[in-house]
């Protein structure tokens, strides 16, 4: 691996003009893009599955936790704290914007016809919805447009990122070297979610911005896309939507220390059932379109009809292969 390009330009001057008015150029673009974060502000209950294989989850070591999720195997159930989290990460997608616009970049947060950035494939099946694309990064040339992700990390995960905080530091300012693993190696599931959004977008650079949720610390860095392994993780998409049976465990043993905490342990490795959907029964499959179908009553499957089964479900037996 070639080394790693850090948007270093980026960060300093975000610091030089938050410091320069003490934050109120800053204060002033949060104002006009947090009312627009819609997904901090959503008043409408989670039915707990999202409806397609998601791009986010797609650099998972395991095949069979992408599996299980796109199957609905576990529902997920999150505590208070966790989703405080969760709007977290929302609200500091807001902020992270108004630094990119308060250094002069253009940032696009929905398409021409005013739609979320979204890429699918698998007819409809496999794909997500990316944070924007911008352009004006003071560390490229200004008529390149890439892909932004972003995203929160606790402490820990940063400095295995960023490398020790101090650093990290010296280093932005070009006092020292650079000591962390950068994202391919700590969080291949970003790097992959990116290289998916660039291949499917047709653009060839991607941000990354990491926030430390405990400092405030900024990480930033540039990805290129690498087409030979986004394209080896849109084939791993498509194998997984139609995939009738599940893949192989990571691991044969529940303690294992990768399965020690996944949500899908239970179904997985110690035989509990699988949460009572359409999507877990046998006679239900994917078809054309995003669509869903039941081969035993001989109908499609809307949404609203999957989550809640029917009393002739019967286990899909590809689930404990």
């Known amino acids: 691996m070639g080394a790693l390009m850090h948007a270093l330009l980026t960060m300093r001057k975000i610091d030089e003009m938050i410091e320069a008015d003490q934050g109120a150029s800053f204060r002033m673009w949060e104002g006009r893009v947090l009312p627009h974060i819609g997904d901090a502000y959503r008043s409408e209950p ?86 924007g694309v911008a352009r004006g990064l003071p560390d490229l040339d200004p008529s390149i447009a890439f892909i932004n992700e972003y995203k929160t990390h606790g402490e820990k995960s940063f400095i295995e990122l960023a490398g020790k905080l101090p650093e990290w530091r010296a280093y932005v300012e070009g006092k020292g070297p650079f000591t962390g693993k950068g994202v391919r190696e700590c969080k291949p599931e970003h790097y ?39 394209d080896q993780y849109i084939q791993r998409g498509e194998d997984l939507v139609w995939m009738p049976k599940a ?10 220390f990768k399965c020690r905490f996944c949500d899908d342990r ?4 110690l035989g509990a059932a ?44 590809g689930l404990r292969a």
């Open 266 to 269: 239970p179904v997985c490795h």
């Open 46 to 131: 989670e039915d707990g599955h999202r409806s397609h294989l998601g791009a986010s989850m797609l650099g998972d070591e395991c095949p069979r936790k992408v599996w299980y999720n796109f199957r609905w195997a576990t529902k997920p159930k999150f505590n208070g704290r966790t989703l405080r989290l969760f709007n977290r990460g929302h609200l500091e997608e807001g902020r992270i914007i108004a630094m990119l616009l308060m250094i002069g970049c253009e940032v696009w947060q929905q398409d021409a016809n005013g739609k979320q950035f979204r890429i699918s494939w698998a007819e409809g099946h496999a794909g997500g919805s990316g944070d």
């Open 192 to 230: 992959t979610q990116m290289q998916l959004y660039m291949r499917k977008m047709g653009l060839a650079v991607a941000l990354y911005v990491a926030v430390c949720k405990n400092t405030d610390d900024l990480y930033m860095e540039v990805i290129y896309l690498n087409p030979e392994y986004a």
């Open 274 to 317: 699988p949460d009572f959907n359409c999507r877990t029964c046998q006679f239900s499959e994917p078809g054309k379109d995003a669509t869903w179908s039941c081969n035993k009553h001989k109908m499609q499957l809307p949404k609203e009809k999957q989550l809640v089964g029917c009393p002739d479900w019967y286990e899909n037996d």
């Open 247 to 256: 893949p192989k465990k990571i691991n044969t043993s529940a303690g294992f």
